[in-house]
């Protein structure tokens, strides 16, 4: 298929699985037919929602699936990866909704791909107490049971390191907690809980498990060694923390120590063999030493006491959502972990890609996703083992803190009528994929 430039993308591999990623929080809706979860009780807070919304209707998706299951086969996806809602699944009827909504995709010849964690912790549990981590275990069980003889790949968690630094640290997010450095054992005990949401998911026959981690290049603001310093830090934060528990069955130098628990019995848990492993790329960041005032990053104010600064990464077109525009940092990425890990390194997919622009002739995305693809096939010739690639998101929905304001969807929501209106993304998405077969 001939894009901007002329040229048309690149062929993928005959198995390579294309899709497109929800979340159960942002798109579902129907608040009052489930228990409570953290993001609920921290949007009825006045003033963490920038446009004071709430996500109790959202896209009213729980209601409204089969519609939204005819745009993913109009789409012509191999696969929708979605989340299952905790507070859901303990609420009478919740997992006849993922009965339901998994017969309808498997009808519809796409694969199901549930995300069993995405950040709606029920209001009742908290990530500090380790006991959640075996809570989450019993719920995976549960949810596998149900649907284990239709789903065939799951994915444990999504993002723990935004959830730990957002909502745990900085409090930008649910559930509201400026802890700073004394949030790392949110860290541990969601790798704790991936690690036993694997075991479940064997136990229960799964033979294609990953986690979704969140992961970008850090570029040091300079060769200056405080920049470098700084950046280095940064890195391990955000990246290896998360990653190398799951990959290499450790903590970078000087982390384990920090951590609750037997983390030396705890890290063989973790470390429980993935099938594959999801990167959610959005961009690079640029890190440079603190400068004593509040940085930004991603819109938000870092305190001037970290050990780091995020700065603007310069000359770069952004998004609506103000992100710059980086597709080679994808190339950076995917082949900085192959250099780094090695043959420990799983397959990779990349489970989340994706940018917020306004509009149905959306451009900006087109040209974003064209990109990004085009970065994916350079990494794969390089000779990264990439197995998929999901694009973030289907639709619009409800963008956490920033309530409805971005739109990251294929598909545009009204959110007054509810009406779905594919935007011209959706159709250069779709006509990519016909071209791939």
Known sequence: MATDDGNPIPRFPADFLWGV?????????????????????????PGRVKDGSTADIACDHYHRYREDVALLGGLGVD??????????????????????????????????????????????????????????????????????????TWITLNEPAEHTLLGHALGAHAPGRRLLFDALPVAHHQLLAHGLAVRALRAAGAADVGIANSHGPTWPASAEPADVEAAGFYDVLLNRLFAEPVIL?????GMGELMPGDVAADLKVIAEPVDW?????????????????DSEYGGLALPAELPFSVREIEGRPVTDFG?????????????????????????????????????????????????????LHRAMEAGVDVRGYFVWSLMDNFEWAEGYARRFGLVHVDYATLERTPKASYHWFRDVLRAQR
């Open 323 to 375: 992100w710059p525009v980086v597709p080679e940092g994808l190339t950076e990425l995917l082949c900085g972990f192959r250099e780094t890990y090695g043959e420990q390194l799983p397959p990779i997919v990349i489970t989340e890609n994706g940018c917020s622009y306004d509009g149905l002739d959306d451009q900006g995305r087109i040209a974003y996703l064209d990109a990004h693809i085009r970065a």
């Open 277 to 293: 492993y999801g990167i959610n790329y959005y961009a690079p960041t640029r890190v440079g030493a603190p400068g004593g005032t």
């Open 79 to 152: 696969a929708y990866r979605f989340s299952v809602s905790w507070p859901r699944v303990n609420s009478p009827g919740g997992l006849d909704f993922y009965d339901r909504l998994v017969d309808e995709l498997c009808a519809a010849g796409v694969r199901p791909v549930p995300t069993l964690f995405h950040w709606d912790l029920p209001a009742s549990l908290d990530w500090l107490q380790r006991d959640t981590a075996a809570r989450f275990a019993d719920h995976v069980s549960a949810v596998a049971e149900r649907l284990g003889d239709r789903v065939g």
């Open 249 to 253: 069955g450790e903590y970078p130098d």
């Open 21 to 45: 990623s929800t979340s159960a929080h942002q798109i579902e809706g129907a608040a009052g037919e489930r228990e409570a979860s953290v993001w609920d009780v921290f949007t009825a807070e």
